[in-house]
């Protein structure tokens, strides 16, 4: 909001995990007016309850929703990349088997190109490599560290 001045009609792509982060732009977007777009890879994709919500939402607020398993399908036309951690905290077991599930998931300028000509970054941090590659993590677009702060005054 404080990038683009509002929230009424952006997209917003998250590309990655079916976790808890996930599920608050979930239960939150379509009551702000953002499109969300989804891609998961198998195996990874949200909790179905919250999906059922969200699927409820965005009828009632007029919002579009998409759920993928193509990371360059959900960032078509996004304004917004989101992604955040493949391996939580209790997780480090399944880290093999989630680097490989994930493959294909990096956040990289082949990703913004699909990617709405304004197009930001987003990421909760602390942030893997695997996860977003330094040209879209350290690029102008990206907003990770006024996200940071704009955190830091919340907690």
């Not at 493959?103 to 699909?114: D, R």
Request: with cysteine; aromatic share 10%.
């Amino acid at each position: 909001q404080e990038h683009y001045g509002g929230l009424q009609g952006l997209t917003m792509a998250w590309i990655g995990d079916g976790n808890n982060v996930l599920h608050s732009f979930m239960m939150s977007a379509a009551k702000l007016g953002v499109h969300l777009r989804i891609a998961t890879p198998r195996g990874f994709e949200p909790d179905l309850r919250i999906t059922k919500i969200t699927e409820q939402n965005s009828k009632e607020y007029g919002t579009k929703l998409l759920l993928t398993t193509d990371p360059l399908e959900a960032a078509d036309s996004a304004n917004v990349l989101v992604t955040d951690t493949w391996i939580s905290m209790g997780q480090e077991e399944e880290k093999k088997e989630r680097l490989k599930a994930f493959q294909g998931y990096q956040i990289t300028m082949q990703t913004a190109k699909s990617a709405a000509s304004n197009w930001t970054f987003l990421h909760c941090l602390p942030r893997k490599p695997e996860e977003v590659d330094d040209e879209v993590f350290y690029a102008p677009q990206s907003l990770v560290f006024q996200e940071a702060e704009n955190r830091k005054w919340t907690i």
